[in-house]
C-alpha cells in the first residue's frame, strides 16, 4: 500500500504534539534552555558524552591513546543523558553550540579548547598525540574513510534508524529509502576491507575508530530492533572480520562501556575518571 499522501503547507510550523519518541527535546531552535554548569575532574581532557555510536568513538580513543603509552590522555568522561536534555544545559553549550555529544573541553595548553563534533574531536587527539593518523602518502586515504563515515552516519542513525525502530508511524517509503542507503554503505565498507586490513589501509587508525561504533552493533545485533535481520547484515563477511577483530581489543572493550548507564550493571560505566573505574566491570 502507498504511503498517505502528504501536502506540504506554503510555510512549516513546529508541532510539538507531531515529534514522536523525541518530541520533549526536538525544536526547531538552538542554544541553552537551562542554566546548568558541567562538572568537572582533575584531568586535562574533561569528555561529555553518553555511549552512542558517537560518543563511543572518543572514549574508544582515549582508552586506545592510554593503551598505546600516552599516559598524558587521562581523561574525566561525565554521562550527558541526552534523553533527558542535559545536552541544552548552558555549560554543555558553550562546549558544543550544537547540543549533541560528544563534546571535549582540552586544558592541556595555555587557553582551554572546546573540540565538538566526534570526527574533530578524533582528528584532534590524534594529532596532540601523534597517534593513529600518519603523516605519510596515507594520511589522505584515512583522511577520506574518516569522513565517509562522518558523513554516512546520519544515513544510518537518523534516517534508516529513526524510521524503521523510532517514528511514531512507519512508512515504506523512508524506510526503503534508507534500508538501500545502509546496505550501500555496508556494501562500501565490505568491499574495502576486502582489499584491506583495515579502512586506511594496513594499520588501526581514526578511520576504524570512528566507524567501528556504528557498524558493530548491526553485526552483533541489539541496534534499531532486528534491523541485523532485515539489513541480512550476514551478507558482509568482510565487515564482519573487521569488526570481530576490532571488537577484541582491550582498549576497544573498556571504551565502549564509559558513559553507558543501560544494559546490565556490570558492563555499566556512567563516569570514568581513572583506569580503577574498570575494575569489577564486564566488558
Not at 587557553?111 to 570526527?119: H, I, T
Not at 594520511?139 to 534516517?159: C, D, K, N, T
Amino acid at each position: 500500500m502507498a504511503d498517505p499522501i502528504y501536502t506540504p503547507p506554503e510555510v512549516w510550523t513546529h508541532d510539538a504534539e507531531n515529534g514522536g519518541r523525541f518530541a520533549k527535546i526536538n525544536r526547531p531552535t538552538a542554544g541553552a534552555r537551562q542554566e546548568k554548569n558541567l562538572p568537572v575532574g582533575e584531568h586535562d581532557f574533561q569528555l561529555y558524552s553518553l555511549a552512542t555510536p558517537n560518543g563511543v568513538k572518543a572514549t574508544i580513543m582515549f582508552e586506545e591513546l592510554l593503551e598505546a603509552g600516552h599516559a598524558d590522555a587521562e581523561y574525566d568522561a561525565w554521562t550527558i543523558n541526552i534523553g533527558d536534555g542535559d545536552q541544552f544545559g548552558s555549560g554543555f553549550v558553550d562546549i558544543n553550540p550544537n547540543s549533541k555529544i560528544p563534546a571535549l573541553l582540552d586544558r592541556s595548553g595555555p587557553e582551554p579548547v572546546r573540540v565538538f563534533e566526534s570526527g574533530a574531536i578524533l582528528m584532534h587527539l590524534a594529532e596532540k598525540f601523534g597517534a593513529f593518523l600518519p603523516t605519510d602518502h596515507t594520511r589522505a586515504e584515512v583522511l577520506s574513510w574518516l569522513f565517509w563515515q562522518v558523513g554516512s552516519a546520519p544515513s544510518i542513525g537518523g534516517g534508516f534508524g529513526h524510521f524503521y525502530a523510532y517514528a511514531p508511524e512507519k512508512y515504506e517509503y523512508p524506510i526503503n529509502r534508507y534500508a538501500m542507503e545502509t546496505k550501500r554503505l555496508f556494501d562500501v565498507a565490505d568491499r574495502r576491507l576486502g582489499e584491506t586490513e583495515y579502512l586506511g589501509g594496513g594499520e588501526y587508525t581514526v578511520a576504524d575508530i570512528a566507524t567501528f561504533p556504528w557498524l558493530a552493533p548491526f553485526v552483533f545485533g541489539g541496534i534499531y530492533n532486528d534491523a541485523r535481520t532485515f539489513l541480512s547484515i550476514d551478507e558482509y563477511e568482510n565487515v564482519a572480520r573487521w569488526v570481530k577483530s576490532i571488537a577484541a581489543r582491550p582498549a576497544v572493550r573498556r571504551g565502549r562501556i564509559v558513559n553507558k548507564v543501560w544494559g546490565e550493571k556490570g558492563e555499566q560505566l556512567a563516569e570514568r575518571h581513572s583506569a580503577a573505574d574498570f575494575e569489577g566491570k564486564t566488558y
